[in-house]
């Protein structure tokens, strides 16, 4: 899917893609950075909305996510404004936005994903919007340089997002710390995130169980094992099971979704990697948050909750740095 006609920024190469996926393989937790690679960018959007928690609300979403986005940016220099998506496959709900307010705000969009990126372009043809395409780690230190070299100078507000709760399936000790680098004082950031139902063991039963049916779908199994039978970790019929925990630190639920080896089984990506029988592969973690616990844990990493909005189970935040 590499078409060099449309520029993207590159500031991570295919040799360094490879060995981040290799390191996380050693570790045995597949970061969900490395899932959205090759047809599956494609077949993600095909699907996009996978989760039956999530469609009966939908419409309410979409309104809640452009009343939001509106009073946001509402008394603000768009002109000197620059939004700054990190990780790219959240274009779907900001396409929406964008058609509705027709504004002009200049655009980043950040991805691991080369064809998500691509995606994003072909899905943008029609929008005005001034916009760099950047292929990137937003961990990395390449990552913290090149941004602030072009927006330091240019934006005098730079709001950074997570939408579509994407923050679910990343580490929150690891993001907030790489957030704090990574946003200057004043810098804003807003969050998009699916919360717990309640605080039964029931309530937490019943998301159990709609992940449990989603992971058994033909899609959901695809996503699940696409990058690891490309490079012949797990075949097609790979058999995935998911567990449940209670992490203290965040108040939150964890969904992990891992393999299980039947067999010794050995791959080679720059390092020769051996899985022994039995051995467990975690492929996907999820989270259900706490709206207390979230605004208590980026407060004390330094940000300031300004503005919150509850639609159904998903809650929109915006932070500020201090």
Same mark, same amino acid.
Request: hydrophobic share 40%; net charge positive.
């Given at each position: 899917m590499k078409n060099d006609k449309i520029n993207i920024y590159r500031l991570n190469s295919d040799l360094e893609y490879l060995e981040g996926f290799g390191k996380s393989l050693r570790k045995r937790k597949v970061e969900q950075k490395y899932l959205y690679t090759g047809d599956w960018a494609k077949n993600y959007y095909n699907d996009w909305n996978v989760f039956d928690i999530d469609k009966w609300v939908e419409k309410d979403i979409e309104n809640d996510k452009l009343n939001f986005w509106i009073n946001i940016f509402d008394n603000l220099d768009l002109e000197k404004t620059v939004f700054i998506s990190l990780w790219s496959w959240n274009w779907y709900q900001e396409k929406r936005v964008l058609e509705k307010i027709d504004s002009k705000l200049d655009f980043i969009w950040v991805d691991t994903s080369e064809e998500m990126l691509l995606l994003l372009d072909e899905n943008f043809k029609k929008l005005d919007n001034n916009k760099i395409l950047m292929k990137a780690d937003i961990s990395s230190y390449k990552f913290f340089r090149e941004i602030k070299e072009l927006t330091f100078k240019k934006y005098n507000k730079r709001i950074f997002s997570f939408l579509w709760n994407t923050i679910w399936s990343i580490e929150n000790t690891s993001i907030v710390d790489d957030l704090y680098n990574l946003l200057n004082k004043w810098d804003q950031l807003w969050l998009d995130v699916r919360l717990r139902w309640d605080w039964t063991i029931k309530d937490?039963?019943?998301?159990?169980?709609?992940?449990?049916?989603?992971?058994?779908?033909? %899609?959901?199994?695809?996503?699940?094992?696409?990058?690891?039978?490309?490079?012949?970790?797990?075949? %097609? %019929?790979?058999?995935?099971?998911?567990?449940?925990?209670?992490?203290?630190?965040?108040?939150?639920?964890?969904?992990?979704?891992?393999?299980?080896?039947?067999?010794?089984?050995?791959?080679?990506?720059? &390092?020769?990697?051996?899985?022994?029988?039995?051995?467990?592969?975690?492929?996907?973690?999820?989270?259900?948050?706490?709206?207390? &616990?979230?605004?208590?844990?980026?407060?004390?990493?330094?940000?300031?909750?300004?503005?919150?909005?509850?639609?159904?189970?998903?809650w929109q935040f915006l932070f500020e740095k201090k």
């Open positions: 937490d039963m019943k998301l159990f169980n709609a992940y449990e049916k989603w992971y058994n779908t033909k %899609n959901g199994k695809s996503f699940l094992i696409n990058i690891l039978s490309n490079y012949g970790i797990i075949d %097609n %019929n790979a058999k995935i099971k998911i567990r449940m925990e209670k992490e203290k630190i965040t108040d939150s639920l964890r969904f992990t979704m891992s393999y299980i080896f039947s067999k010794k089984t050995e791959v080679d990506i720059k &390092w020769k990697i051996v899985f022994l029988e039995w051995e467990e592969l975690d492929i996907l973690s999820l989270h259900a948050f706490s709206e207390k &616990w979230l605004i208590d844990f980026y407060e004390l990493h330094w940000f300031k909750c300004v503005k919150k909005s509850i639609c159904n189970l998903r």
